[in-house]
């Protein structure tokens, strides 16, 4: 199995419907992230969490919502889809043992592809 | 703006040809991650930079910091089919380790 898996790996849905994403990891890492790809643009931060209690907002969260249920999972909603949602969505986890000798090398999941009509 | 912008966006190479990609701030880069995607798929860690100076190669290819910590290069030696995907480099630039920023991609095709 994978160390960080996303559900679903694709969707399509309508505009206006509500739609979660979700993540999952067995590395036992702290901290969860959730990035966007666009083509030209690159990945960009949604949101971000360094344990269950500790949620911070990425650079482009509006229109997007997050819940850390537990240490290895993470959830992404969107609460009324818009076209311009429809992008390849990442999950990603990093070890904050790690990160504190300045070393924050990101695990991705292999990507929530979504479309909105 | 992007606060990270790579060079090229898109490369095409024969086989067997080297080739650089740059990956380019306006602030100083903390730590400077690159990783690999294939068409549709995740990101696979490549190499981490932290050191003004740093060099680090792992098989054909090589991954530089420069001085000033503003710059990286990654370049691939004799390229193969296998060297094929999007590149992207990632970076601290708050100097917190706390998140990643990255850089457009730059798009790499290898020819036979």
């Known amino acids: 199995d994978a160390d960080v898996t996303q559900t679903p790996r694709n969707r399509i849905t309508k505009t206006g419907k509500r739609i979660m994403l979700e993540c999952s990891q067995t590395?036992?890492?702290?901290?969860m992230y959730w990035y966007r790809q666009d083509p030209g643009l690159g990945l960009r931060l949604i949101y971000y969490?360094?344990?269950?209690?500790?949620?911070n907002k990425g650079e482009i969260s509006d229109g997007y919502s997050v819940s850390r249920q537990a240490q290895a999972k993470f959830s992404l909603s969107l609460e009324s889809a818009i076209p311009n949602q429809t992008a390849l969505y990442f999950c990603?986890?990093?070890?904050?043992?790690?990160?504190?000798?300045?070393?924050?090398?990101?695990?991705f999941g292999a990507g929530s592809r979504l479309t909105v009509l | 703006s992007q606060e990270l912008e790579q060079s090229p966006q898109s490369l095409i190479v024969q086989e067997g040809k080297n080739l650089t990609i740059n990956c380019t701030s306006s602030k100083t880069l903390y730590g400077l991650y690159w990783y690999k995607q294939k068409y549709g798929e995740g990101l696979i860690f490549l190499m981490m930079l932290q050191k003004g100076g740093e060099e680090k190669s792992h098989e054909k290819i090589t991954a530089k910091l420069d001085e000033k910590k503003q710059q990286s290069s990654l370049h691939i030696t004799a390229s193969q089919p296998s060297h094929a995907g999007i590149y992207l480099c990632g970076a601290d630039i708050t100097g917190t380790a706390s998140k990643l920023t990255f850089g457009t991609g730059t798009r790499l095709q290898v020819t036979l």
């Open positions: 990603a986890t990093s070890d904050l043992g790690k990160a504190r000798s300045g070393a924050n090398v990101l695990t």
């Open positions: 590395k036992g890492h702290d901290r």
């Open positions: 969490s360094f344990d269950v209690k500790d949620i």
